[in-house]
């Protein structure tokens, strides 16, 4: 056997300063990049949850046209929600769960004026407000959409589909001065503020509700969203028993596009199958935005680690050109001289990255542990980030980090082993 | 100890026989405008088994001439034969084998490799090469030669740990380890002390008798000649005594 990987590794230890500054660009490198990895995880994965459990759902079901029509009048594509079709949906291989929900538009009207000083009044908010509310089966649209309602930051929820309650965004509660619940709730049903809502031949219909809750959102989400229970909007707006669609989850959103087809073949023409991503496509933009952003940084970051890597390995070979002109003497052929500072640059890469990483790894376990509390842009409530990183990005990370200082080392090995001996032999 | 009447017989030999032939051998530096004639014609052969002095005062081209014959650099005109081969046409890899195989050296400042161990330095120049024999058989040879130079007790420390003494029976036995034909050896005395110089000496020639391995030795130092069977004088490029 060769000499050549112990004597690479032992030349590591020779000027140990420059190593150890080599190294830890490697390990400040790769750790950082971890640590911003474990993060934009977090922050991805918390995104991504805001929108399977509390925005659009994994999948949703919807009369055939209702998805570009929405914007019209989608009361017009509204359908029955029967046992028959639930028990449909239900029995599709990798649903979990389903939530019949008749989404609708409205205007919402506090009575009470908000000040009795004329001057205030002058300058106030006006006191109605456009909504688009959903209204729902809180039972059931609690296990399709756990995530919306952790976002309930005052009040709570109504219990039951029959309930007058409502909740609405703590953005449109507040200019009209329904946003404290414990006065709403003491108040009597003559000051509750009034829903008007157009049914389907545009008559408007209205009834008292009460705010019992205040929506706040960790991620930019539509503030004119409300809830509101089904039963009580159904017979408002006289649909009895009429939904405009259900949200389904599965039990893992990357059966989403299986589930899809199947539901599209069982249930018909009539109804018409949508993804989260067909939904929200600007979400799936964001995210895979966020990843190449992402990867234009690892790249930046790698290009400098490897730049120290060359600059270490270049002083290097300079500091030992007669050792290099010895070993010429000696029969080394160029191929070894090669070999044997490749093989150093990839020691020294790969000493960099298992520490670096290993550092990076530690921070984001504890990170992870602690939960991360920042505020999103656009958002009201405060995100908690658990960071993690994937088993594949710490092997990619550190193969690359090897190889990448091995390569790099070729230029630098190159030069060595294109010294010519005598002049080698006789640098100081 | 007839210097002149060995080297007479080396001649009359068969000229094939000797390792060293050497015919007008001219090295010229470029130094940007001006040129330096290191070598001006030098006529010179060595015989096997010869240990032979290459005396000359500093500048004079002994360390040039070592180098063209160490097949470490070329000479600008003129002829070389190694072992009867011609050796200036040969690419770097091919140069290294003749090294590997048939040269051992011997520097001025020693140069060991100094992450290498004593047993390490000795065996790398056989480690590095394409066939090998056994490891047991390495080391026990190794072990042997170590012996022979007066290192058995430091067969595990690093060149630091040494005194120049030490390390130049490190380098020496580094030399041997391959079983070259040639030893070369530029000014290995001149980073010692005399007593130690003398030391060393000894041991070249007493390794040079038991080996039959040939010896070349490049000195500035007169007090070596009294040492050696024979003695090449060396001025300005020129051989001026032989
Ligand atoms: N690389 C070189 N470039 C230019 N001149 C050199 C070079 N090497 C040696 N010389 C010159 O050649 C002459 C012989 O040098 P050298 O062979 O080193 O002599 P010695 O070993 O006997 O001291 C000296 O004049 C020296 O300056
Ligand atoms: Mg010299």
């Not at chain 2, 014959?69 to 200036?88: P, T």
């Not at chain 2, 079983?179 to 290995?188: F, H």
């Not at chain 2, 005399?194 to 500035?220: C, P």
């Amino acid at each position: 056997m060769s000499p050549l990987f112990s004597m690479s590794f032992r030349n590591l230890t020779r000027n140990r300063r420059r190593t150890l500054l080599a190294l830890g660009a490697v390990v400040v490198g790769l750790c950082a990049l971890t640590l911003l990895r474990g993060f934009v995880n977090a922050v991805r994965q918390a995104q991504l949850a805001a929108t399977l459990y509390g925005t659009t759902g994994m999948l949703q079901i919807h009369h055939k046209g209702y998805v570009k029509n929405v914007l019209s009048n989608p009361l017009d594509l509204a359908f029955e929600d029967s046992l028959q079709l639930r028990k449909t949906i239900l029995s599709t291989a990798h649903v979990l769960a389903l939530s019949p929900r008749l989404q609708f538009s409205g205007s919402l009207s506090a009575t009470e004026p908000l000040s009795s000083n004329p001057q205030e009044l002058a300058n106030s908010e006006p006191k109605t407000t456009f909504l688009s509310a959903n209204a729902v089966d809180p039972e059931l649209d609690r296990k399709v959409m756990p995530q919306l309602y952790e976002w309930v930051i005052a009040g709570q929820v109504f219990t039951n589909a029959s309930d007058s309650a409502f909740v609405v965004h703590r953005d449109i509660a507040g200019p009209l001065g329904i946003d404290d619940i414990s006065q709403n709730l003491a108040q009597p049903k003559e000051q509750w503020p009034v829903l008007l809502a157009p049914d389907k031949e545009g008559a408007l219909s209205g009834d008292a509700l009460q705010i019992s809750g205040l929506l706040g959102s960790a991620v930019p989400t539509d503030k004119r969203l409300a809830l509101a229970p089904l039963k009580t909007i159904q017979r408002l707006l006289k649909m009895e028993n009429q939904i405009t669609e259900y949200v389904v989850r599965l039990d893992d959103v990357v059966h989403a596009e299986i589930v899809q087809t199947e539901l599209t073949s069982r249930l018909g023409d009539k109804f018409e199958v949508s993804r989260w991503d067909e939904l929200a496509p600007f979400i799936k933009d964001l995210l895979s935005n966020v990843d190449k952003i992402f990867g234009y940084i690892t790249a930046v970051f790698l290009l400098v680690i490897m730049l120290g890597i060359v600059n270490s390995m270049f002083m290097n070979v300079m500091e030992r050109v007669r050792e290099i002109g010895t070993m010429m003497a000696l029969g080394i052929r160029r191929g070894y001289i090669l070999s044997l500072f490749v093989l150093e640059g990839a020691f020294l890469g790969a000493l960099g990255a298992l520490l670096g990483l290993s550092v990076g790894v530690l921070i984001v376990f504890v990170a992870s542990r602690i939960g991360i509390r920042i505020p999103a842009p656009g958002s009201t409530i405060k995100f908690v980030l658990h960071p993690f990183v994937t088993q594949k990005f710490l092997f990619d990370s550190f193969v690359f980090t090897t190889c990448g200082a091995a390569f790099v080392s070729l230029w630098p090995a190159f030069r060595a082993s294109r010294l010519r001996p005598v002049e080698a032999l006789s640098a100081v | 100890m007839n210097s002149s009447n060995s080297s007479l017989n080396a001649l009359v030999k068969d000229q094939s026989k000797n390792l060293i032939e050497i015919h007008n051998l001219k090295k010229i530096y470029q130094l940007g405008k001006t040129t330096v004639e290191a070598l001006r014609g030098v006529d010179f052969s060595v015989a096997e088994g010869e240990f032979t002095v290459v005396l000359g005062p500093s500048g004079s081209g002994k360390t040039t001439l070592l180098n063209i014959i160490g097949c470490l650099d070329r000479a600008s005109s003129g002829s070389y034969l190694l072992d009867g081969e011609d050796v200036s046409n040969r690419d770097f890899n091919d140069l290294a084998e003749v090294r590997n195989y048939k040269i051992g050296f011997i520097f001025q400042n020693f140069n060991l490799i100094p992450v290498l161990n004593v047993i390490e330095n000795i065996e790398f120049p056989c480690l590095v090469r394409k066939e090998q024999e056994s490891r047991a058989q390495l080391r026990e040879r190794v072990r042997a030669l170590c012996a022979e130079v007066g290192l058995e007790r430091f067969m595990k420390h690093k060149p630091d740990e040494l005194s120049g003494g030490q390390r130049q029976r490190v380098a020496i036995a580094r030399a041997l380890i391959t079983q070259p034909r040639l030893v070369l050896a530029d000014e290995p005395t001149a980073n010692l002390d005399s007593n130690t110089s003398d030391q060393i000496l000894e041991l070249m020639q007493r390794l040079n008798r038991d080996h039959a391995t040939t010896f070349l030795f490049a000195t500035h130092d007169p007090r070596v000649m009294d040492l050696a069977r024979r003695t090449v004088r060396i001025k300005d490029g020129m051989v001026v005594a032989n």
